[in-house]
């Protein structure tokens, strides 16, 4: 009796569905809850926050994607024009009597000056390039879409409203008048912008574009591929297989870890003082850039190929040691084509992270003003991020949309280098 009372008493003491339990239950369930909700709370805000980044992005460069352009025929005076060196020779005149056609009965010359302005002031390079790849239009007459000026692309594009007062606005009725005969004969449109990609850098922002700057940006991450990779590798290699433990490897195992976190900022005033200063290399050359950038990157290399290397098994080792290989032959052979993947995507990862990077090519002098992409990495030469900037410190009103539409640019980029860190760590890498 004495035990059944017992037993009676212990299961009296922890009887699972009491009023007590069934609290704690649910007292339980609702913190589960409240944590499951707060973190898709915190995902939805961070994705509404992305949303309104790229959302305002895309809202204030949309008009950058577009170009105004007026297409009249041009008659290549071969009196003006040689058909020898077509490269020579009065173009300005050839555009400004084509324009002025459309309006013969304006015969004061500041007003003709005005009508001049509608097209842009590179309008005239332009048809000569075209002249130069096509020697025989020289004697011809030719139908060609050249860009109008700032002023009246945003004017074409709505930018410049109409209704305000003239004072208010950068053109006068007396311009838009002159600009409204042409829309009248139908001979302005608004196509798709290819010159934003294709057009190197101008003062003028109907003719400015981001060829310069991307071609540069390639050439600094080549050469920061080139110096971060095999290094970060061997790096790596060392420090996860061959070193033993001891105070001078943690010493550079704790550095490596510090530099993954130093301002960017501080690697470009290294540039700045070794390769400019001490070395002597040429400003502003994509050699510079990337070097600089690879010592930025390689901690995060070094990082990601450790636990690249540290994720494949001891029993892959272990069995090419018992098959008699080298330490040498079970790194090159076994571990290091295995890690492969997951070094492949950190250094992805590494050098998306260099191409947004703007301190450090500021500082060994990037962000000049060149109109030429670059043929070599000892050229000078621009890169993304600084041509974003100065973009956006560009007083004419054009550079506004178009400093939008390069970030996007940009941030496409970067989209396309992790979607390929991604297909790369989900083709190649083994699960173990």
């Not at 352009?69 to 060196?85: A, C, G, H, N, Q």
């Not at 690249?308 to 018992?322: D, F």
């Not at 450090?360 to 600084?386: K, Q, V, W």
């Amino acid at each position: 009796m004495t035990d059944l009372s017992n037993q009676s008493s212990q299961s009296s003491k922890h009887d699972w569905h009491s009023g007590d339990a069934n609290r704690r239950v649910r007292k339980r369930h609702a913190r589960d809850r409240s944590l499951r909700y707060a973190g898709l709370g915190a995902i939805a805000l961070a994705l509404a926050l992305l949303g309104i980044l790229v959302s305002s992005l895309l809202y204030s460069g949309r008009h950058a994607f577009t170009q105004s352009v007026v297409e009249l025929e041009y008659f290549i005076d071969p009196l003006k024009i040689s058909r020898d060196d077509p490269a020579k020779g009065s173009y300005r005149s050839i555009v400004k009597k084509t324009i002025l056609s459309h309006f013969p009965e304006v015969t004061n010359g500041r007003e003709q000056r005005r009508i001049v302005k509608i097209l842009s002031g590179g309008a005239k390079y332009l048809l000569r390039d075209h002249i130069v790849y096509n020697p025989e239009m020289v004697g011809k007459t030719i139908l060609l879409e050249l860009p109008l000026s700032d002023p009246y692309d945003q004017l074409h594009k709505g930018v410049i409203r109409r209704d305000l007062p003239e004072n208010q606005r950068r053109i006068s009725d007396r311009e838009i008048a002159f600009f409204d005969v042409l829309v009248k004969k139908d001979l302005v449109s608004s196509p798709i912008n290819w010159g934003l990609i294709f057009n190197n850098d101008s003062r003028r922002p109907e003719l400015a574009g981001l060829r310069g700057a991307i071609v540069g940006s390639f050439y600094i991450l080549l050469v920061c591929f080139l110096i971060s990779f095999p290094v970060g590798i061997a790096a790596a290699v060392y420090l996860e297989e061959f070193a033993k433990n001891n105070k001078v490897n943690d010493l550079i195992e704790v550095n490596i870890n510090n530099l993954a976190a130093v301002p960017s900022v501080v690697f470009g005033l290294l540039g700045l003082a070794v390769f400019l200063g001490y070395f002597e290399l040429p400003r502003s050359a994509p050699l510079v850039g990337g070097m600089v950038l690879s010592l930025m990157t390689l901690p995060t290399i070094i990082i990601a190929a450790r636990a690249a290397l540290k994720a494949v098994p001891p029993s892959i080792r272990e069995a090419a040691l018992g098959m008699g290989a080298s330490k040498h032959q079970v790194m090159m052979h076994h571990v290091l084509p295995l890690a492969m993947p997951g070094i492949l995507t950190g250094t992805i990862i590494g050098l998306a992270q260099a191409l947004g990077e703007t301190a450090p090519l500021l500082l060994i002098g990037m962000n000049a003003f060149i109109t030429s992409d670059p043929g070599s990495i000892m050229e000078p030469a621009t890169a993304l991020p600084t041509q974003i900037y100065s973009w956006a410190d560009s007083p004419e009103r054009g550079f506004t949309s178009r400093t939008s539409a390069a970030i996007i640019v940009l941030l496409g980029f970067l989209v396309i280098m992790n979607l390929m860190a991604i297909i790369l760590r989900q083709k190649f890498e083994k699960k173990w």
